[in-house]
């Protein structure tokens, strides 16, 4: 009886020990990467209010997608994770997804887009450290996708001015 009880007050100390250790992987479960979407929210005016709630390294990021084309425009975002699917935006409409960055800063999401009359092409949506460090890091990565490439919001001049071309490589698939 003694060497059970032994045996199963040296199994409960375990968790005491390696508390900390306990604590990190509990944070790292469950600030993962928990991408959510939100479909087709008209845009008129420009992009979302951006959240500053947090400018944490592990903050809850969003990009929100804007058809700035004029016509219907098909996509399709994905990450190594998560697939959001074949989707299609209405002019002047958005749509967006949140998740949080990974631990060593290898977020990438990246679309395939479908402009009619114009091409396809795909592009990095969210990208790090482009993204995610220096003087045009965002929490709320908001783009207009236009015909030469997407254009980001600048919190720095409140307009669409931080512009990209699209991935050399058209094909994605």
């Keep these: 009886m003694l060497l059970a009880t032994l045996s199963y007050t040296t199994q409960m100390d375990i968790p005491k020990r390696h508390l900390s250790l306990f604590i990190l992987i509990i944070f790292i479960t469950t600030y993962s990467s928990n991408a959510g979407t939100n479909n087709n929210i008209p845009v008129p005016?420009?992009?979302?209010?951006?959240?500053?709630?947090?400018?944490?390294?592990?903050?809850?990021?969003?990009v929100e997608i804007i058809n700035d084309i004029g016509s219907i425009v098909s996509y399709h975002c994905k990450s190594k994770d998560d697939d959001f699917g074949v989707r299609s935006l209405q002019v002047?409409?958005?749509?967006?997804?949140s998740f949080r960055r990974q631990i060593f800063g290898r977020s990438l999401f990246f679309c395939y887009f479908v402009l009619p009359n114009i091409g396809s092409y795909w592009f990095d949506i969210y990208k790090e450290p482009r993204d995610s460090s220096g003087e045009f890091w965002c929490n709320n990565c908001a783009w207009k996708i236009r015909p030469l490439g997407p254009c980001r919001f600048n919190k720095i001049t409140h307009e669409f001015d931080l512009c990209y071309p699209w991935n050399k490589n058209k094909s994605l698939y």
């Design 45 to 62: 005016y420009g992009p979302s209010p951006p959240t500053y709630a947090s400018s944490s390294p592990y903050a809850k990021k969003t």
């Design 92 to 97: 002047d409409s958005s749509w967006s997804f």
